[in-house]
């Protein structure tokens, strides 16, 4: 038998012998979610004697973690800004920093003044992270969210609904904006961009992620290319094209962006000052 606190201090120090950097977090994660609490509740209720069945379920969860497993996948959950996603195998689990694209995209709508309603693309939603956080936000939003994976857009329409978002989104199992009706005044993507290289140095967690929504070709901007050269098919004159980017990708991704009719280009950095948003107007 063992108490709440002494699992967490348990699974922290074998975590920590295999390398794991956020071994501590990645303890209390697990913990909770065995338990069904929060991290918080956890301290709170620290002195509790588990079962000896809980104990073993938690260390069978550590062991996987033990072996990069990515913590979201095994408790099946994800924070993004103001919202809670279901995440699992086959589908990107969403990061930190792409939560900056929101905020650019804020930003960028300040431009438009009172116009409603605002029609926004999302491609590639994954677990729709960012067209239900533009829902949520942005009270005049009509988002369409497409993604090439039906595993990615059914669980994203879920997700929508967990959200109270699924009224303001539409979700379509298709490549880009195929089969989608523009003109849209945002079009927003966080597409694949990890190059060759990338690719072939990936952290351990990371290669348990879905290779379709990393990989970007060779030198990681094929999504680039084709969605700044065409893109103008659905994007409305005057409206603007926000991307995450990868690191060291902001500078040709700005000049694929001058070479196609974009203007107004701005670049943003994220919390380690990496250029991670690239925002831009279609000039034409």
Known sequence: MSTVFELIQAG???????????????????????????????????????????????????????????????????????????VKPGVLIPRPETEILVDVVLNRLREFGEKKPVKILDIGTGTGCLAISFAREIENAL?????????????????????????????????????????????????????????????PEVQYEPVLALDGGETGLNFYRRIIENVSSVLAPNGFLVFEVGLGQSKMVRELLNRNGFGNIEITKDLTEIERIVSAKLIQ
């Open 143 to 203: 988002v369409t969210a497409t993604d090439v994976s039906e595993m990615c857009t059914d669980l994203a329409c879920a997700n929508a609904i967990r959200n109270g978002a699924e009224k303001k989104i539409s979700f379509k199992n298709t490549n880009l904006w195929d089969q989608v009706e523009g003109p849209f005044d945002i079009v927003a993507s966080n597409p694949p961009y990890l190059s060759k290289k990338d690719l072939s140095e990936l952290m």
């Open 12 to 86: 922290d120090t074998f975590l920590k012998e295999r390398g794991l950097e956020d071994a501590r977090i990645s303890s209390e994660w697990l913990l909770a979610h065995l338990l069904g609490k929060s991290r918080a509740e956890l301290y709170v209720e620290s002195a509790e004697v588990l079962s000896e069945e809980k104990k073993n379920w938690f260390f069978d969860l550590i062991e996987k973690r033990a072996a990069h497993y990515p913590v979201q996948y095994l408790i099946g959950e994800v924070s993004f800004r103001k919202i809670s996603l279901n």
